[in-house]
């Protein structure tokens, strides 16, 4: 499956110098949760998410791309194939303000084709397995303060209405 590219800040981004394989049969993605989010509010495929993350090779922990040095979080839509497959998959299991290490089977980030950067360069060899360190920032533009207080205000809805079906009895 080919990437039709990425959007960023409103700018189409040509597709990426190494396409995403087809997902296969799913070895993996397992999530660390290194700092909890709200634990309520979780992304949808077709939501679009900003995030900042780390991409390092599990053999070695060498650094192959960080948000962080690009000096922009990442902001994408979920479940269009713009990602990796296990990266995809890893953020469907996070909530918003979450922080979390994301490690990623060969099969679901590059396979047996790796990755090089824009002028050859091997960036992720084939069959590495990947460790991605994300914080999710926001969904749809909602971050964990917006979705805090959504979620007090229902709550104190809710409340009124119950008290006034009681009261109505």
């Known amino acids: 499956r080919q990437s039709r590219g990425l959007l960023v800040l409103g700018i189409q981004l040509p597709p990426p110098s190494c396409p995403y394989p087809a997902r296969a049969a799913a070895m993996g993605v397992e999530v660390e949760v290194l700092k909890p989010g ?5 992304p949808q495929k077709g939501n679009r998410l900003v995030l900042t993350y780390t991409g390092t090779l599990a053999s070695n922990g060498e650094k192959f791309r960080s948000s962080h040095d690009d000096g922009k979080p990442l902001d994408f839509v979920l479940g269009v194939g713009s990602t990796i497959p296990g990266f995809e998959e890893g953020m469907l299991q996070l909530s918003v303000g979450e922080r979390a290490r994301l490690r ?3 099969d679901l ?3 047996d084709k790796g990755c090089k950067d824009p002028r050859g360069v091997e960036k992720i060899p084939p069959n590495a397995d ?11 533009g909602k971050g964990p303060q917006e979705l ?3 979620e007090e205000e229902l709550l104190g809805w809710s409340r009124e209405k119950l008290r006034a079906y009681d009261d109505g009895k």
């Open 148 to 150: 805090r207080k959504f």
């Open 38 to 42: 709200t634990g309520t509010t979780f």
């Open 130 to 140: 990947l460790i991605y360190d994300v914080t999710l920032m926001s969904i749809e």
């Open 104 to 106: 990623i089977s060969a």
């Open 109 to 111: 980030a590059y396979a």
